[in-house]
């Protein structure tokens, strides 16, 4: 089993080969608490210790997501870092925030998720502070995600999912397609000029004063 450990700005990488499905989710029950990322590709396995930089910045994104739909009163269902995964597929990962938006609907009031059983989440948030060793997009594609949000510390960008398995960059969003993104990154930019709970109402007032009205168009 060949293994590799990388650090990169308080992250830590830890990549196994030869990794089994059963020792896969093995793993994912034993750690589900243990604040690490895992993700899984045909027998490669990844398992990420997030800096405390990455946690910040998926909760801010995540906070931004849940401002907008909530000032909206768009329906959502939030399903933070759960683990997508198919066994079928020999693939599993987790994003740091995903999403129900469209198909909200169709898992309302459930409590027992399945991929076997129910549509993937419409959105998936990626913070990459630092360069993943297995490629997430095809992963995702193959679960079924059709879009995905990432995040490097500078810049958002809004990755859709194509007809041939992979992702486009795109300039709007398919779950919001009245939101301008390029205003969610300048709001991440002013992160650091006042505290927290400022800085949300003055993303909230925003959506209030410039959302509302061009949603309804």
Same mark, same amino acid.
Not at 100 to 112: F, I, L, S
Not at 159 to 187: C, H, I, R
């Given at each position: 089993?060949?293994?590799?450990?990388?650090?990169? &700005?308080?992250?830590?990488?830890?990549?196994? #080969?030869?990794?089994?499905?059963?020792?896969?989710e093995?793993?994912?029950?034993?750690?589900?608490?243990?604040?690490? /990322?895992?993700?899984?590709?045909?027998?490669r396995?990844?398992?990420?210790s $997030?800096?405390?930089?990455?946690?910040?910045?998926?909760?801010? =994104?995540?906070?931004?997501?849940?401002?907008?739909?909530?000032?909206?009163?768009?329906?959502?269902?939030?399903?933070?870092?759960?683990?997508?995964?198919?066994?079928?597929?020999?693939?599993?990962?987790?994003a #740091?925030?995903?999403?129900?938006v %469209?198909?909200?609907?169709?898992?309302?009031? /459930?409590?027992?998720?399945?991929?076997?059983? #129910? $549509?993937?989440?419409?959105? %998936?948030?990626?913070?990459? =502070?630092?360069?993943?060793?297995?490629?997430?997009?095809? =992963?995702?594609?193959?679960?079924?995600?059709?879009?995905?949000?990432?995040?490097?510390?500078?810049?958002?960008?809004?990755?859709?999912?194509?007809?041939?398995?992979?992702?486009?960059?795109?300039?709007?969003? %398919?779950?919001? $397609?009245?939101? $301008?993104?390029?205003?969610?990154?300048?709001?991440?930019?002013?992160?650091?000029?006042?505290?927290?709970?400022?800085?949300?109402? &003055?993303?909230?007032?925003?959506?209030?004063?410039?959302? %509302?009205?061009?949603?309804?168009?």
């Amino acid at each position: 089993m060949a293994t590799v450990l990388e650090r990169h &700005q308080a992250e830590e990488r830890l990549v196994l #080969d030869g990794v089994s499905w059963s020792t896969y989710e093995a793993l994912l029950a034993d750690l589900e608490h243990g604040g690490v /990322r895992l993700t899984y590709d045909h027998g490669r396995l990844e398992i990420v210790s $997030p800096s405390r930089q990455h946690e910040r910045f998926k909760r801010l =994104i995540g906070r931004m997501v849940e401002a907008v739909t909530e000032e909206l009163q768009i329906p959502i269902m939030s399903t933070s870092s759960w683990t997508l995964k198919s066994e079928l597929k020999r693939r599993g990962l987790e994003a #740091d925030e995903s999403y129900y938006v %469209a198909n909200e609907p169709k898992v309302r009031g /459930r409590e027992d998720l399945t991929l076997q059983h #129910d $549509p993937p989440p419409d959105l %998936a948030i990626e913070v990459e =502070i630092s360069s993943p060793w297995i490629k997430k997009a095809p =992963i995702y594609a193959e679960l079924g995600v059709p879009e995905i949000w990432r995040y490097d510390g500078q810049r958002l960008s809004v990755e859709l999912l194509q007809g041939d398995q992979t992702y486009a960059a795109s300039p709007t969003s %398919a779950a919001f $397609p009245f939101l $301008p993104v390029e205003k969610l990154e300048a709001f991440l930019d002013r992160r650091a000029e006042t505290d927290e709970t400022t800085w949300i109402r &003055q993303f909230r007032a925003w959506v209030r004063e410039e959302l %509302a009205d061009r949603r309804s168009q």
